[in-house]
């Protein structure tokens, strides 16, 4: 497989509802059965969505774009890798492995240097449960980070933040493998033997859990306990989610997405970090920092109404090298 995959949010194929409606309907669903019985959830969910909904409507960010969409797929890619993955299988349908970075350096700071300019602050560099990294980032040593997720996962991914991690840190020998399904959460890497099958052979010194199809932080629970079992030594990074529908332009709005470290999700996977002895980083204010920031419309940084543009990779890679490089001396 080569290059990455241009993942859809659900099944590798165009999304036909708001990724994040069908996060919220799912967790609400939950929620409303244990409030008053399955008999009245149906009502109960119908009213919190119409609720949740009325806001901001469906589509808040295309009423304003200047961006035309496909109707189906994307835009196509300005950059599109220069090192494409030659490592890439297809485990089971919907489900990719490949190797990162796919990018060059050089390509990097060609698109930097094109994409426009924003601001954020940086995130809180959370490394205390990251001791195994930091060492080998510093010292030196082989670190093989895996990337476990959804198509934001897989955005980021391509990114190659990878690569500009090598950079920062020229002791360490750093490879990266990506593990995705569109749509895919650790609802579904949690069942038929996901991890024992495609993670732990690999044996990763570093996991990193995000995007935005997290459905539930107990199934991030699950999956972060199956690798323990069998990596007792590895280090976990989670991040909140970025992109999806939800306007960063309004904090409100964002702050309801499923996804969003500004919101009800990024207190419970702070919240699990802790528990669970992991690193915690909220990609999402920084991310809508930058595009609020830049004074343009938040499509400019989209390649569909849902994914990341090389410039959007590119914000997500500034976010994560913010979140690395205070390491350095």
Known sequence: MSPSPQLATRGGKPAKVRPDLWLFA??????????????????????????????????????????????????????????????????????????????SLEQIARIQAEMPRGEFTPPANDWAHLPRTRRILTEGGQLHLLAMGDSIVNDTMRSAWVAKLAEAYPKASIRATVYVRGGGGCQHYK????????????????????????????????????????LPQLEILLATGTFGTADPRDPEALA?????????????????????????LDMTTPWAEYLRSSKLHP????????????????VLSKILMAFWTPLVK
């Open 26 to 103: 799912g967790t609400t669903g939950r929620w409303a059965k244990q409030i008053v019985g399955p008999a009245l959830a149906p009502l109960l969910l119908l009213l919190a969505i119409l609720c949740w909904l009325a806001p901001s409507g469906w589509a808040d960010m295309t009423k304003d774009s200047p961006v035309k969409f496909p109707e189906k797929g994307a835009l196509p890619a300005k950059f599109p890798p220069d090192r494409p993955s030659k490592t890439g299988e297809v485990p089971e349908k919907d489900y990719y492995l490949f190797s990162s970075p796919e990018r």
């Open 299 to 314: 499509h400019r940084f989209y390649r569909d109404v849902v994914h990341a543009n090389e410039y959007g990779e590119q």
């Open 191 to 230: 069942e038929e033997g996901r991890v024992a099958r495609h993670v732990v052979p690999r044996k990763p010194d570093l996991v990193f859990l995000g995007g935005i199809s997290q459905r539930d932080v107990e199934s991030m629970r699950e999956v972060i306990r199956q690798l323990r079992a069998a």
């Open 256 to 280: 309801r997405a499923p996804h969003s470290g500004t919101g009800v999700y990024g207190q419970r996977l702070k919240k699990l970090a802790a528990e669970e002895r992991c690193a915690y």
